[in-house]
């Protein structure tokens, strides 16, 4: 079975502050993505990562994808109180194959 | 909107009834997914079509579920014979590379 892991499961922070969240596997991923979800609605993808120890920016957000292509992070700067939600890393094991989502971490960031 | 459409958005049924849920993908998507999502937890894959074929379905499938993709366009996913544990949002997802996702359909069975 392949399982992916995200940590910390919650985080509450106050305006203003950094964070890092993590998304892991032991197996090795041909893709990965970072999506957003606010209640009620569905997942909002954020970005695709393909590439060993590529790093991609999104305005104040950095993801980066580990060297052997078996876990991710996301990076928030300043974050703000329209950064609150839950974000989820899904991997895709081989191409055209279904995606795995992780637990995702739900972020709280405080006015 | 040339985004993933589902339809209804919500559901409330009574236990036994069957339900259908009916997903529009991005007209150029070749894959299609569907997937379930309780409160607090990650989607959840159930099945998955290239084009009309169901190359995929998840051990949570049971036999009161069933999906199809008749013409590689739309799809629809039903669950017979409904039961409290079916309530959950079904989210259905299209992708060439990267998975888009529609607004999902909240099920309640009461």
């Known amino acids: 079975t392949q399982l992916l892991e995200q940590s910390p499961q919650f985080l509450s922070i106050q305006e203003g502050e950094n964070l890092t969240v993590y998304c892991n596997s032991s197996?090795?991923?041909?893709?990965l993505q970072w999506y957003r979800q606010e209640p009620g609605e569905g997942p909002v993808l954020l970005v695709t990562?393909?590439?060993?120890?590529e790093v991609k920016k999104l305005k104040r957000l950095t993801f980066q994808f580990g060297d052997a292509r078996k876990d991710s992070s996301l990076h928030i700067t300043a974050a703000q109180p329209g950064d609150t939600g839950l974000y989820l890393c899904?991997?895709?094991?081989?191409?055209?194959?279904?995606?795995?989502f992780g637990p995702g971490t739900r972020l709280s960031v405080l006015p | 909107d040339t985004g993933v459409s589902q339809d209804p958005r919500h559901k409330i049924t009574k236990r036994g009834q069957n339900v259908t849920f009916r997903c529009d993908p991005i007209s150029e998507h070749n894959r299609l997914y569907w997937y379930r999502q309780t409160l607090g937890q990650g989607p959840e894959f159930l099945t998955y079509f290239q084009n009309e074929a169901q190359l995929e379905k998840s051990r949570l499938l049971s036999d009161r579920f069933s999906a199809e993709r008749p013409k590689g366009s739309f799809s629809t996913l039903e669950i017979q014979r409904t039961e409290q544990g079916d309530s959950a949002m079904y989210l259905c997802a299209s992708s060439l590379a990267s998975a888009f996702f529609g607004q999902g359909t909240r099920l309640t069975v009461v």
């Open positions: 990562v393909v590439t060993g120890g």
């Open positions: 899904a991997g895709e094991y081989d191409y055209g194959q279904n995606f795995v």
């Open positions: 197996s090795v991923f041909s893709s």
